[in-house]
């Protein structure tokens, strides 16, 4: 019973996902045909970064692993009064950090962009000073939409709390309509204000289902608490292994903006788009929905570690049925869906080209990454914040020196044209991906016993995408020249069918549980 309640959390957290990520995807096909892949569109999307390092750093990843274990035990041993009394507590801490980093980051933007995009010249470098400057605050707001996240997934109330960012993407898409007659630089700016709405909207529709669950909701600082103390101290390991997760994100946009071509790190933005699509909709629907249950469960040592155990391989074997297929497709499709993503307005075939190198080079580590979540979450319920802090910084470390090497000195070794480093940027990320996930494992297994995924399994998931990437690619040529939407779907579509198929040949039982989910839901 528990298994199935699981999963339909888990369908929930992919509905909402889903929904908030096709007006990501909306949004962004808009933004790439006003903005292009040109000076305004980076500065706004090296802009967009920066205030979204103070939301990663203690917003829903944080909260999840420090918050939701705790909040979630005192609600299913009944304690509602201090579970309330921690929320509010945990609530105002936040405010209040999250207010002074907020105006320290406003008042030091300059120095900020330095450290952040050093490549950038002088006027765009101004105007992404000035958008930073904007969007700030709203990073504020979004760790404020972060804690309502983590109390909502504690209730077992999914789906609002990953939709609520359709609002964030409505905000700016009507901002871009509104004012699309304004020259770009003026759109960026006013587009920032729109997005700094957006994040006011988001907060907004979480908090009165917030209060409604929680009845005796304080926000006060207070630290006597136990309970409190925990929380904390689960924080500050989840935040440093946030921290350092995010300062390579950084250093890659940083080693991105001395890359010689206009519109890398946009392109690098819409690429993001593309890969973090399946690792939000399969590995973090699993994760979170998994979060809560893990952490409830109780019994002894030998118990629990048995019941997690079951719930880490089927979460992972569930998450390496949609991930290998979404990795298969970035190789080998990938310029057919950026195509469909993007081709509009200003933004032409051969940026879409572009931008699935990058998208390529991310399949490299997609389902190692992925994967990576469920096994964090597992440490998180049960109270281990340090290890993956430790492997995580192990990735950094490997992420910034082979990011370094691909992006600027190997394009020229080889040869080839530097823009391509991009690429580098991503693949290199991958390899670093698939080491951390090897540690993960390791460590794991070692404290619950063996988990993975079958290689049986991963061999007939793989040849299934490789076998539905050949009749994609098929199609492909024999359509030829067609509008990027219409060859996007003439294309993935039979990809997909033919993948399912083939799993159904190859008698893989995740595509069973899948048809049963999707007819008990349709009853």
Known sequence: ?????????????????????????????????????????????????????????????????????????????????????????????????STVIVAIGVLTTPYLMWVIAPGFSSSKRELAILLVRILFPGAGLLVASAWCLGILNSHRKFFLSYAAPVVWNLSMIATILVFRHQVPHDLAITLAWGTLFGCVLQFAVQLPFVLRYT??????????????????????????????????????????????FEGAMTAMGNAQQIYTLPVSLFG?????AELPAMSATTGSQTEVAGR???????????????????????????????????????????????????????????????????????????????????????????????????????????????????????????????????????????????????AILVAKLWTAAAVGAAVGWAIKMRIGAAHPVFAGLAILIPYGLTYFGMTWLLGVEELATLTTRIARLRR
């Open 308 to 454: 997690l155990r079951v719930r880490l391989n089927a979460g992972l074997r569930r998450i390496a049925f949609f991930i290998v297929p979404s990795a298969m497709a970035f190789f080998a499709l990938g310029d057919v869906i950026t195509a469909m993503l993007y081709q509009t307005g200003k933004f032409r075939h051969n940026d879409a080209v572009y931008v699935w190198g990058i998208v390529a080079g991310s399949a490299v580590g997609l389902l190692a990454s992925t994967l990576g979540r469920l096994y964090a979450s597992t440490y998180y319920a049960l109270r281990d914040t340090r290890t993956p802090l430790k492997f995580a910084a192990l990735r950094v470390a490997i992420t910034v020196a082979a990011g370094y090497l691909c992006a600027l000195p190997l394009p020229r070794a080889l040869g080839i044209d530097p823009k391509w480093g991009a690429a580098g940027l991503t693949a290199s990320a991958g390899f670093a991906g698939w080491v951390e996930f090897a540690l993960l494992r390791r460590s794991m297994n070692a404290r619950i016993g063996r988990t993975g995924v079958p």
């Open 284 to 288: 973090m629907a699993v994760s979170a």
């Open 1 to 97: 019973m528990a298994k199935e309640s699981s999963g339909r959390h888990a369908f929930l957290v992919f509905a909402g996902i889903l929904l908030s990520r096709i007006m990501g995807l909306v949004r962004q096909r808009i933004f790439n045909s006003y903005f292009g892949l040109h000076t305004e569109a980076d500065a706004f999307t090296s802009a967009l970064r920066v205030p979204n390092f103070l939301q990663n750093l203690f917003g829903e990843g944080v909260l999840s692993a420090s918050f939701i274990p705790v909040y979630a035990r005192l609600l299913a041993n009944g304690e509602e009064e201090e579970a309330d009394r921690v929320a509010g507590a945990v609530g105002a801490i936040l405010s209040l950090t």
């Open 215 to 260: 009845g005796r909701l304080q926000f006060r600082p207070e630290l006597h608490s136990g309970n409190v103390r925990e929380v904390l101290r689960n924080f500050m390991p989840v935040a440093a292994s946030r921290g350092v997760v995010q300062i390579s994100a950084y250093l890659d946009m940083s080693i991105a903006s001395f890359i010689p």
